[in-house]
């Protein structure tokens, strides 16, 4: 008990601020850096890329207001970036930023990218449909309490703490057995602890009239980004011609749209339509996530705009993340 309290005083202290998109994190970060001399991790899968600026609504220098941002134009479109890889790089920033004194800042939207931070990494083996069948094979042959008792001879430690009604985590926890010919306990067990490897308060604005918030300002901020030049942007990539629609980078949202117009497949208003509505869509994905989270999380009212940094303060203060002097 006393070294497990040792050992997490001893993590440093970084915060996160999630959001769907369009929701005004970035510009809160910026805010919030400014006050904690604080450095902002960006926690975004399209903004690793660099060439890639209008689309994804990339701070430039002048907005950056000279605050040191990480993970923005790491990789060239054509590259592909794993949640492993943001893990670890995550981590490593993390503790360079807080061993100089500053406050790691983790900002953004993709939310595996965070969850890997605050979950850890599966080790876990994805199945495969063979094995899959044959799970539902016994299930449906000679029913679940069967499964539960083969489950019981290969793995005791999950078969009593999983449910005896549970047919999906039963099966899943079978399904490892039968990949690996060792337990789900066992895999786990080996892979370690997957608590955060350092001390992270989390934030997230999360608007509460979800349909009357997000259509408009998507609309907007895209039309915004029209009047940017972010066709020609587009137009630049593909004029590469070693990129296509089936690269992570061009399955970005807003990108893939514009894409299939500059290929003739569909109209100008078309294109406009089907990013917005990708663009709702995406950000309806991400307040799913944020409404299941499993940590502890403040919620914001993105609408809130001239509270949020007080809150924050407030929050940040009282927890002990930051000093009050």
Same mark, same amino acid.
């Given at each position: ?8 005083? &001893?993590?440093?202290?970084?915060? @996160? ?93 993709? &939310? ?104 408009? &300002? ?9 009047? @940017? ?57 991400? &307040? ?17 705009? @001239? ?17 009050? @002097?």
């Amino acid at each position: 008990m006393v070294l497990d309290f040792i050992k997490d005083i &001893m993590k440093p202290k970084a915060i @996160s601020i999630m959001g769907p998109t369009a929701s005004g994190k970035t510009g809160l970060a910026i805010r919030l850096a400014k006050e904690i001399n604080g450095e902002i991790i960006s926690v975004d899968s399209a903004l690793i890329y660099r060439g890639m600026d209008i689309g994804t609504a990339k701070p430039d220098k002048n907005e950056q207001a000279g605050i040191p941002h990480y993970l923005l134009d790491i990789l060239d479109p054509s590259q592909s970036y794993s949640v492993a890889g943001f893990r670890e790089d995550a981590i490593k920033l993390v503790n360079d930023i807080a061993s100089r004194g500053r406050v790691p800042i983790l900002v953004g939207g993709t &939310m595996l990218y965070f969850k890997s931070i605050t979950e850890g990494l599966s080790p876990l083996p994805g199945s495969t449909p063979e094995v899959r069948a044959e799970v539902e094979r016994i299930v449906a042959e000679k029913g679940l309490p069967v499964l539960r008792d083969m489950l019981k001879q290969v793995d005791m430690e999950s078969w009593s703490r999983i449910n005896e009604n549970d047919p999906q985590r039963l099966g899943r926890a079978y399904e490892v057995y039968l990949m690996c010919g060792r337990s789900m306990t066992d895999i786990i067990r080996e892979h370690g602890n997957s608590e955060p490897p350092f001390i992270l308060k989390e934030f997230a604005l999360l608007p509460d009239r979800e349909r009357k918030y997000l259509k408009p &300002m998507i609309a907007e901020r895209f039309d915004m980004m029209l009047a @940017s030049g972010f066709e020609e942007e587009v137009r630049k990539l593909m004029d590469r011609g070693d990129l296509n629609q089936d690269l992570p980078s061009i399955r970005s949202v807003g990108y893939r749209q514009m894409w299939m117009y500059l290929n003739g497949e569909i109209n100008y208003e078309k294109m406009r339509e089907l990013a917005v509505i990708a663009t709702c869509q995406l950000a309806k994905r991400q &307040m799913t996530w944020l409404r299941g989270w499993k940590s502890k999380v403040d919620y914001l009212d993105p609408l809130n705009k @001239s509270e949020n940094l007080d809150i924050i303060m407030t929050k940040l203060v009282s927890e002990g993340i930051i000093s009050g @002097s």
